[in-house]
């Protein structure tokens, strides 16, 4: 089996001696995937693997760049294969197409009167996307064995699955999009031949999503795009779920029991509102501020009686409209705490630090979860704080999140651009009777808990097929 | 017949006598029905009216609400009734709703992340909606006699055909949006209840769209927001077409013959580039020029042999974004002009007056018409253009205007986010060969006349029927 993702299951360190030391990579899907690709793991029930799994990825850092200029690149437990792409191709491949155009696309996110606008510009950097989706294609290629699995991740290769296939039909290949995929209204903002390359590419290989919402809105985008007489693989939907093992793990360290106490001092016996999120424009973070202030100020009586805690790690800090962003939510929290803070109350308590254990700290403790996400993938987190929450707290979840149909029967809808709405979903969150929250809780346990990564996996290589042409 | 529309066919002039003159509005929808409304006209073959026909709209100016509250605010040929609004009312149903949401909304304007975002303000910017709304009903219920035909117009009144036939279930009605409709994806973004209230209200009668994709769009935003059982009355399709003889007249007056003389002067031997539009982000006015700006940067032997004829008028003025948009219009023609000019060629020539006479000749000598918008209801220019042009001039056309589908065997086909692809296709417009360019022409100019006012509105009396429950 060949997993082709963007970020490795696995980071490098020069060490002095001029040794480097491979530590576990940070994104979100490679925590979840690596365990499972570990050596002697099996895949399946139906696809127990004989030798090493190969894992296909980009050397992020400088030195990820240099453990691979000096072929040290290796982890114990996987066949690692670390590409060290071309720094401008691989910039324009990341920020001015993936992250800039991409994400922006699926997740609406486009202020359509000003942008996107293609200039030639664009053209280079799309050819830079292809450039890089070929040379992960060619190292999948060079792996693979005959009639081996190849699985492709994510939004930054939606090439690659295609071109595999092309030199390669005895291998078996899936593409899945960890992110939302646009409505058919919305495909059309791509230069055409760009939308063309996307959905031809993908409409050769089974292409997985979290929702079957992103998997309609594909169809029905590739359908506009090829025509209606193009053959579509038809999509498939498998959910990932949390890593409950790991999650425990970390939730046993020291810095968990720290993070605990330091929450303890904040909290109090006040009621607790958390969230935990990138620092992302798709997170919908200001509105969730703003909904807060709301309810302050509509409902005196829970002055100085919560808590909002909000863990948000900072990201794409290259990108102009993340620096802005992070400046609006900094600068809105301010002016929240400002309007209500007392001498021994802070209503909002911000910290941009990416601390793993203490967001899962928090969720152990909150009263409300907030989730209310413009539009999300799937939004893991809305599954991960239900499985460790001991308080029988509840999740404000949007319905705009991927996990919103499955959680649906065990959270509380949010609306995400009314704040009106979002109050009040909050303060039921906070006032409903303890036999309601308790039974609500156990609900959406047994929701959370029903996917894992090992079911989202075997369901990727049960569904892997040779390309369709 | 009673047409109900938020402008109305006239306005109103105080003399200084304390009398007041009634003068035609300026909205093009009541240009174009005016003429079929007035005294004698018939509505259509199969429904010869026997009376005057009514028209229920709201005083706009100072000079209408002065002749209502006079008692002043008659016209010869219709049966007019102006309705004075009171005036925050007014302002929260047309700036707060109508203009910054349902409009946004529907045109896919909204820059997500940010706006919108309702508060408890727009809970009673809704009630007006509703009120006023309900104030247009009220009229009309009074006027109608039994068993009338009743032809709402347009997203401001978007409830009054439903509140009409909810007492008088005697009386055709018809519901006919002018601008596109949002699609499922995007419906959810208003607050609940005022989703529910406006597909509740639109099912309940026949709602007529320019093209079929705005009626797609509506029947399966309803379908979300009402359940897979509502019933949803069948939506219609009717494009507008435009008004020759009125545009003949204008061609015909004195101030079309020194617009014409103006034109020669600016514009001379060279080739002509032509848009005329609101001031509007829905227009996409700022992309054109970046795109005129990429044809002379990458075509040098076009450089002052061509000249951009923009004619913008303003709108909105009291809306901040619009305000904001107007600017960077004008800083980008600046920037244009300051790049390219030369002693004796300005490259855009920008025209900020509403002169619809000056508008039409220019549409007279274009070699090419861009109207490359975001998104479009139908647009009209698009169809005018073709049938005065004298040129065998091209209509570079976006394929996100309504008018689309219906000339695009006419047309030559913009992206209108791909400055690349606008640009070349202005360029082909410019450089086609005599023959290509005539064969255009004619092929454009029968799609154009296909439809006319008339014709529209035989298809509103036609569909209208009574309420269904």
């Given at each position: 089996m060949i997993v082709v993702s963007h970020r490795g299951p696995y980071s490098f360190r020069a060490e002095p001696d001029g040794s480097f030391t491979a530590r576990p990579g940070a994104g979100g899907l490679a925590s979840a995937l690596r365990p499972l690709l570990a050596e002697g793991a099996t895949p399946g029930p139906d696809h127990a693997d004989t030798g090493r799994n190969h894992w296909v990825a980009a050397a992020i850092t400088d030195d990820d760049r240099a453990a691979v200029a000096a072929g040290a690149a290796h982890a114990e437990a996987i066949d690692l294969h670390l590409l060290a792409l071309d720094p401008g191709v691989h910039g324009q491949h990341l920020d001015e197409v993936s992250n800039s155009v991409l994400w922006f696309l699926h997740h609406g996110l486009?202020?359509?009167?000003?942008?996107?606008?293609?200039?030639?510009?664009?053209?280079?950097?799309?050819?830079?996307?292809?450039?890089?989706?070929?040379?992960?294609?060619?190292?999948?290629?060079?792996?693979?064995?005959p009639g081996a699995t190849v699985l492709v991740q994510d939004y930054q290769l939606a090439l690659v699955a295609a071109m595999v296939g092309a030199e390669r039909p005895d291998v078996r290949l899936s593409y899945f999009t960890h992110i939302p995929f646009c409505p058919p209204d919305w495909i059309g903002v791509l230069p055409d031949h760009v939308a063309r390359d996307l959905c031809a590419a993908m409409a050769q290989v089974p292409c997985g999503f979290h929702t079957a919402r992103w998997g309609d809105a594909y169809t029905a985008s590739a359908r506009r795009v090829l025509g209606p007489d193009a053959r579509i693989t038809p999509a498939f939907t498998s959910a990932l779920g949390p890593d409950a093992a790991a999650i425990a793990t970390v939730l046993d360290s020291d810095a968990a029991a720290s993070a605990r106490e330091r929450l303890d001092a904040e909290v109090g016996e006040r009621a607790l509102i958390v969230r935990t999120d990138r620092l992302e424009l798709s997170k919908n973070i200001t509105r969730g501020f703003l909904a807060y202030d709301l309810l302050l100020e509509q409902h005196p009586e829970w002055r100085s009686r919560v808590v909002f805690a909000a863990m948000l790690y900072a990201s794409r800090a290259t990108l102009p409209a993340y620096v802005a962003y992070r400046e609006q939510v900094e600068e809105t929290v301010a002016r929240v705490n400002e309007r209500w803070s007392t001498a021994d109350w802070q209503p909002i308590v911000l910290d941009t630090h990416d601390d793993y254990a203490r967001s899962m700290a928090a969720l152990e403790r909150y009263d409300v979860l907030l989730v209310n996400a413009v539009r999300d993938g799937l939004n893991l987190v809305a599954k991960e704080g239900p499985l460790v929450n001991k308080r029988a707290g509840s999740v404000c979840l949007s319905r705009e999140a991927g996990a919103f149909d499955e959680l649906r029967a065990g959270v509380l809808e949010v609306q995400p651009f009314d704040l009106v709405q979002t109050a009040a979903t909050m303060l039921h969150a906070l006032e409903a009777p303890a036999a309601e929250r308790t039974a609500r809780a156990e609900r959406l346990r047994a929701l959370a808990a029903a996917r894992t990564p090992q079911r989202w996996l075997d369901d990727l290589v049960r569904t892997a097929a040779p390309i369709t042409r």
């Open positions: 486009f202020d359509l009167p000003n942008e996107p606008s293609f200039g030639p510009e664009f053209r280079d950097a799309w050819d830079s996307y292809v450039a890089v989706n070929r040379t992960f294609a060619d190292a999948a290629i060079t792996c693979a064995e």
